[in-house]
């Protein structure tokens, strides 16, 4: 590949619009995800103003979200974050398995990447500790997932300008 298509498709590639999905549940720790993530990417140069923030009632009506604007042709890359916790009645654990399912369905299904950040912890309280142990840990995880969607966005335009 010569240096002019390199440069073309990193400007194209940066001009590309991302959807980020949150659930509604726990935003004061969810939303510390897309912090991270729109941090990251605008330190590497992004147009983060491109990004879409998009929330959902709660991680189970994530997929289908994703689906939906995923189907626009819209998006470069769409990712997701959630916090699903233990309410004592073990729901979390298909909730959270059931989110992460549709959201790689929803990637194979319409070949637009899709990331999640869906946490389910063993232990999590309502407890300031807590709550600044998880939304420090988003923060890492939503610039983890920057850099996974960076990988995912410039393996694919490589492939389709080969």
């Not at 990251?40 to 959902?56: N, P, T």
């Not at 729901?91 to 070949?111: K, N």
């Not at 999590?124 to 142990?133: K, L, R």
């Amino acid at each position: 590949m010569n240096q002019s298509s390199t440069n073309s498709n990193t400007l194209n590639i940066r001009d590309q619009r991302i959807a980020f999905i949150h659930a509604s549940w726990h935003t004061d720790i969810v939303l510390n995800c897309w912090e991270g993530f729109r941090n990251e990417m605008a330190e590497r140069g992004y147009d983060v103003d491109k990004f879409d923030l998009i929330a959902v009632p709660g991680a189970y009506e994530i997929p289908l979200q994703a689906k939906l604007l995923a189907k626009t042709g819209r998006y470069a890359a769409i990712a997701c974050s959630a916090l699903v916790v233990d309410g004592g009645i073990y729901r979390h654990d298909f909730v959270a398995q059931a989110v992460v399912d549709g959201l790689v369905r929803v990637g194979l299904d319409t070949d637009v990447p899709v990331l999640s950040v869906s946490l389910t912890p063993h232990s999590y309280q309502e407890t300031d500790f807590h709550n600044a142990a998880f939304a420090e840990h988003f923060v890492k995880k939503g610039r983890e997932a920057a850099n996974a969607a960076l990988q995912i966005v410039k393996t694919r335009a490589a492939i389709k300008g080969a």
